[in-house]
């Protein structure tokens, strides 16, 4: 099952995360795809402020994981772009299991260190401000979890 | 007559493993930096995983070059400072690690120091620094303004919401097919570009804060258009018309932190602040305004331990030691 939604905004994008947040549950994982400007970090962004997160959310590109403990649920935001799939040694699996949610961009890069149950969401860029968005779900929770947004 | 101070330092929050020994949080006696940039460069960014391999290869050597080429021992030194964070964790632990044992092993206190103080008394290596300050902090992880009324006084007066200005010369590289790193490779560009492209202003409002992913985005959505219109994209210009407005900015919430907070003296820090033209429109905001100002020597701005050991000295100084229980922390603010 595959939902295909479409952004027209920013706040398209902001709401979509917010629908989600409200269906979390500890160990959640989110894997965001698409290019450069696409909104994977405007996405994280809607969801650690639903999260109840108050600190500003900044790119984590540089240093690849960044944690926000503070909200409902703590929160793993990642960026794996950089490791150019090499993730032996870090100890991302971990995070899966630390009972918050983990959202990691550029996900698709390090697709087989991924657990089987998570939703993928790609962005696509239709337009200056449109994004075609798609909900693939993998795993029961996941799936009921877009039933329930969409 | 006061004891002169000799400070260890250990940096490796990113790509570079590097030592130093400073005198006096002032006067470098020897810095020995391995830099891995030749190795990231196959790779089109910083691999953690990578880095923290090589830091274990290089930080026994890169010491006791360090202290071969000061031609001293590590009993001679007061203490032992080293960078906890941010930065990636793998890579910080290296350094760190080495610093409790060099200090468990000789008995030295241990100074933990935040990478960005670091950036900010590479200054001090130029000259003394002027107090009250304002430091613009601009490189791959940071965008800050801050301001100091005194030493290890840091207010941090806005930051960037989203990606900081380096990443975004990054990426902006990467759209227009530059190898990493993008940034001096985009300065140089830019010097025989013409800045014909329009791009929009990024956040030009009354805080102290940057957003540079809209005019990531911006960037984006041009070549696009471009490309589309089967207009080849002048790279030279592209870089010229993006550097432009990046400065534009910055010098804008600079000068008006300048003004609001009446400070004696400006300093930059970071990798970024190596970049020719945002130096070039500094010292003419600071000349303009009569304030004094000083940009860290190029090697000062990219990471070394110079710049840990230099704010180390003022860490001792107020006893600002710790025990070994400190972390490396990934993400720290600067306080």
Redesign the interface.
């Known amino acids: 099952m595959i939902e295909k939604l479409t952004s027209y905004s920013e706040s398209d994008t902001i709401e979509l995360a917010q629908n989600i947040e409200s269906e979390k549950f500890p160990n959640m994982v989110i894997c965001l795809n698409g290019d450069l400007g696409c909104g994977k970090t405007v996405f994280t962004k809607g969801f650690a402020q639903a999260l109840g997160i108050e600190e500003n959310i900044t790119s984590p590109t540089f240093t690849i994981i960044k944690e926000y403990p503070d909200g409902e649920l703590p929160l793993y935001h990642m960026d794996v772009y950089r490791l150019d799939g090499k993730v032996e040694g870090l100890g991302i699996e971990e995070y899966f299991s630390k009972g918050g949610v983990t959202i990691i961009e550029w996900a698709d890069t390090i697709e087989s260190y991924l657990p089987e149950e998570r939703l993928d969401i790609k962005f696509k860029i239709t337009d200056e401000d449109v994004r075609i968005i798609k909900l693939e779900p993998h795993g029961k929770k996941y799936e009921e979890i877009c039933g329930a947004v969409v | 007559m006061m004891k002169d101070i000799y400070i260890l330092g250990i940096e490796s929050s ?1 790509d570079e493993t590097s030592c130093s020994i400073v005198k006096n949080g002032c006067e470098e006696i020897a810095t020995v930096i391995s830099s891995q940039i030749d190795i990231h460069k196959n ?8 880095a ?2 090589q830091h274990v290869k290089n930080i026994t050597m890169v010491i006791e070059d360090c202290l071969q080429q000061a031609n001293m021992k590590i009993e001679d030194v007061d203490a032992i400072a080293v960078t906890y964070g ?5 890579s910080l632990l290296i350094g760190l690690e080495a610093a409790k044992t060099l200090a468990y092993i000789y008995n030295k206190p241990l100074i933990p120091v935040h990478h960005i103080a670091g950036h900010i008394y590479a200054n001090n290596l130029v000259k003394k620094m002027e107090f009250p300050l304002l430091a613009l902090v601009v490189s ?2 940071h965008t800050e303004l801050v301001y100091m009324k005194e030493d290890l006084s840091f207010e941090i007066l806005g ?6 200005v380096g ?1 975004c010369y990054d ?1 902006v590289a ?2 227009v097919g530059i190898p990493y790193p993008g940034g001096p490779s985009i300065d140089k560009l830019a010097a025989i570009g013409k800045k014909s492209y329009k791009l929009p202003l990024p956040l030009d409002d009354n805080s102290y804060n940057f957003s540079f ?1 809209g005019l ?2 911006a960037v ?2 041009l070549a ?1 258009n471009e490309e589309q219109r089967g207009n080849e994209l002048n790279k030279e210009d592209l870089a010229a018309s993006f550097q432009n407005v990046v400065v534009e900015i910055i010098g804008k919430k600079v000068e008006k932190a300048m003004e609001e907070k009446g400070i004696k003296y400006f300093v930059t820090a970071g990798g970024v602040a190596a970049n020719k033209r945002l130096r070039e429109r500094l010292s003419n905001i600071c000349e303009e305004k009569n304030i004094d100002y000083c940009f860290p020597a190029i090697r000062y701005c990219t990471d070394n331990a110079a710049m840990i050991a230099a704010a180390g000295y003022y860490y001792f100084l107020k006893n600002r030691t710790s025990g070994f229980i400190i972390n490396a922390k ?2 720290e603010v600067l306080k």
């Not at chain 2, 790779?43 to 990578?50: R, S, T, Y």
């Not at chain 2, 941010?86 to 793998?90: F, Q, R, Y």
């Not at chain 2, 930051?159 to 900081?164: E, H, I, M, R, Y």
């Open positions: 990113c790779f089109g960014g910083v691999v953690p995983e990578i923290s391999r941010p930065g990636l964790i793998g791959g992880g930051g960037t919401l989203d990606d900081a990443e990426k990467r759209v992913s990531k985005s984006i959505n696009h990934s993400s």
